[in-house]
């Protein structure tokens, strides 16, 4: 069974000197799986990620979801639109600076009110704020007043609100300190179980990628050059170029 099927995408950027930034990529993602897409920058895989939640047109290809394919994200219905929800790496300037958190989740639930608590706001905003480990006083709070690490939170929260089927997370934690780090990855590993999330989680850390993954899918200049399981890849990969990001990242820890 598969919840994301990505069918031979085709991404080009530029009108005379053509970019060819993702080259027929397929890739899939079944229910409760966390897919790990890693790559050397410039691999194609935030552009990958921008079509799946319908903020790049592919040239050629399909993005289904659930077996209904999506369009761009302002053809999508509320439903799907809701359905793909990303969380990405600038954990500051992904948050409207103006906004305090509370009106930041309110806006979620204004904008897809089938989320939207039927009882106590108060107490759902609480909750949601707990299950990101964010204290409940973070409500009234604004991006400018918050660590980078309570930036990705809300960030997450505000995914989360939405009540997602598959989060995408482009570099979600790779501008945070180390230690924030760990803390955020632990906390999206407890969160997919809890919430029984799909995710597309995009990396160019190996290391962070192998804590959460299930299933590895490596590009390189815009193709897909392996894909398995995450045991299969990172201990015997079969491509020489995942090799070699294998060994500059074991060169990086030691
Ligand atoms: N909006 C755009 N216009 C023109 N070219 C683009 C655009 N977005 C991406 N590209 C190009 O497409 C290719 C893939 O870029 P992309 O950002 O998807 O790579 P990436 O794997 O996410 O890299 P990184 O690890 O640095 O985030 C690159 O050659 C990039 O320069
Ligand atoms: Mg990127």
């Not at 319908?54 to 639109?81: E, F, T, Y």
């Not at 960030?155 to 609100?161: C, D, E, G, K, P």
């Not at 997919?192 to 993954?213: C, W």
């Amino acid at each position: 069974m598969t919840l994301l099927d990505v069918r031979d995408l085709r991404i080009t950027f530029g009108r005379r000197t053509k970019v060819v930034a993702v080259d027929g990529v397929s890739l899939s993602v079944a229910p409760d799986e966390t897919v790990g897409l890693v790559g050397e920058s410039g691999s194609g895989k935030t552009t990958v990620a921008r079509a799946v939640v319908g903020l790049v047109r592919p040239d050629s290809g399909a993005i289904v979801l659930d077996g209904q394919p999506l369009g761009r994200i302002g053809r999508r219905s509320a439903a799907a639109h809701r359905a793909v929800q990303m969380v990405f790496q600038d954990p500051r300037s992904s948050l409207n600076p103006r906004m305090t958190v509370a009106a930041v989740i309110d806006e979620v639930w204004r904008t897809h009110p089938v989320t939207a608590p039927e009882g106590d706001r108060t107490a759902a905003l609480h909750g949601l704020l707990d299950d990101v480990g964010l204290d409940a006083s973070v409500a009234r709070q604004r991006p400018s007043e918050l660590s980078g690490g309570q930036c990705q939170r809300v960030s997450i929260a505000r995914a989360l609100a939405a009540k997602p089927r598959l989060l995408v997370c482009d570099e979600a934690v790779s501008a945070l300190d180390v230690s924030v780090q760990a803390q955020v990855l632990r906390l999206l590993v407890d969160l997919r179980e809890k919430h029984h999330l799909s995710m597309l989680f995009i990396s160019h850390d190996l290391g962070v990628v192998h804590q959460i993954a299930d299933r590895i899918a490596v590009m390189r200049r815009g193709e897909l050059v392996e894909e398995g399981p995450a045991a299969d890849v990172l201990g015997a990969p079969q491509h020489e170029y995942t090799q070699s990001l294998l060994d500059a990242a074991l060169e990086l820890n030691e």
